[in-house]
């Protein structure tokens, strides 16, 4: 009976460690005294509803070595889809650093929903209302490009959780 305890104690507190890294738990501190100011302004960020679908380019004549830092940072730590500008890929070509840095930017720009903030990149890029795709290039519009997890991935997490839960029960047997 003692060793069953144990177990379901050790099952729960996977399943609670799992969801609070999945439901995006976190500490949270107040603000002191914050008192929200109404403005007549429009809404920040998502500029496609007000003026149809946007895409965004890196700017002509900056400087490439702040091109090249901010290319790196969309396909690293940015994690834009940046499959397409890899040799072999639609949009290699051409292969000059404005046209890969533009797809990159517009990937990330599209998988964060199409906020004026994410098309930004130190100041290399900018909001266009002129689609960029060309030939078998096709850059991203609003809503083609998802930014949520795959189900399959939380799937995964759950079986290995019940997994984990339920080997120390056969182990005991």
Not at 10 to 30: D, I, P, Q, R, W
Not at 63 to 90: F, H, R, T, Y
Request: charged residues 10%; glycine residues 10%; aromatic residues 12%.
């Amino acid at each position: 009976m003692r060793k069953n305890t144990w177990v379901l104690q050790y099952c729960l507190l996977f399943m609670g460690c799992y969801l609070a890294l999945t439901m995006g738990a976190g500490v949270e501190e107040k603000v002191d005294g914050a008192m929200p100011v109404t403005t007549l302004l429009p809404p920040e960020g998502n500029t496609t509803f007000l003026d149809g679908t946007t895409w965004c380019v890196a700017l002509a004549g900056v400087s490439q070595v702040d091109l090249q830092n901010a290319l790196d940072w969309a396909c690293g730590l940015g994690m834009a889809g940046c499959k397409a500008i890899q040799e072999g890929g639609p949009c290699y070509d051409p292969d000059t650093l404005l046209s890969h840095a533009s797809f990159a930017f517009n990937s990330y720009y599209q998988q964060n929903g199409n906020s004026d903030i994410a098309c930004n990149f130190g100041g290399t890029a900018a909001v266009t209302k002129h689609n960029p795709s060309y030939g078998k290039c096709v850059y991203a519009a609003p809503g083609s490009v998802g930014s949520a997890a795959p189900p399959l991935l939380i799937s995964f997490w759950w079986w290995k959780l019940a997994l984990l839960c339920l080997l120390p029960l056969y182990l005991g047997s």
